[in-house]
C-alpha cells in the first residue's frame, strides 16, 4: 500500500524554526515528486515546495518553492530513509496551517515540479501535521 505520513508539527514563536517530515512507504519516494502544501483556517489549500524524483540518480533533484517561502524553507530528501523533509525558518505567523506531503509520479524533466494542490497527479496524501506559529 502506498502511503505518506507527516509528523514533525508544532507550536513554535515567530522567528523560529521547525523541520517537517514526510515518510513514504511502498513506493520509492526518489521515483517519485514530493510536494508539500498547507491549508489555513478558511483558506484554499497552497502550494509551498516541491522536490522532484531523480529516476534513481538519472535526473537531478530540482525543488520548487512558493514565493511566500523562497530563502526561508528547504526541502530535501534522504532516500536512505525514504523520507522528505521540509525545513521552515524564520517562520511567521501566516505560516500557521495544516501541512500535508502528497506524492506525484510525473518526471519533470524541461519544468520544475508543480506546486498547484489541484494537479490530480498528485495521488497520495498524508492526513496532514499543525504547525502554529504564536507567541
Known amino acids: 500500500q502506498l502511503k505518506v505520513v507527516e509528523s514533525g508539527g508544532g507550536l513554535v514563536q515567530p522567528g523560529g524554526s521547525l523541520r517537517l517530515s514526510c515518510a513514504a512507504s511502498g513506493f520509492n519516494a526518489d521515483y517519485w515528486t514530493i510536494g508539500w502544501f498547507r491549508q489555513a483556517p478558511g483558506k484554499e489549500r497552497e502550494g509551498v515546495s516541491c522536490?522532484?524524483?531523480?529516476?534513481?540518480?538519472?535526473?537531478?533533484?530540482?525543488?520548487n518553492y512558493a514565493d511566500s517561502v523562497k530563502g526561508r524553507f528547504i526541502i530535501s530528501r534522504d532516500n536512505a530513509r525514504n523520507t522528505v523533509y521540509l525545513q521552515m525558518a524564520d517562520l511567521k505567523p501566516e505560516d500557521t496551517a495544516v501541512y500535508y506531503c502528497a506524492a506525484n509520479p510525473t518526471v519533470y524533466l524541461y519544468s520544475l515540479c508543480d506546486l498547484d494542490p489541484e494537479n490530480d497527479q498528485y495521488d497520495y496524501w498524508g492526513q496532514g501535521t499543525q504547525v502554529t506559529v504564536s507567541s
Open positions: 522536490l522532484s524524483g531523480t529516476n534513481g540518480g538519472r535526473n537531478s533533484a530540482d525543488s
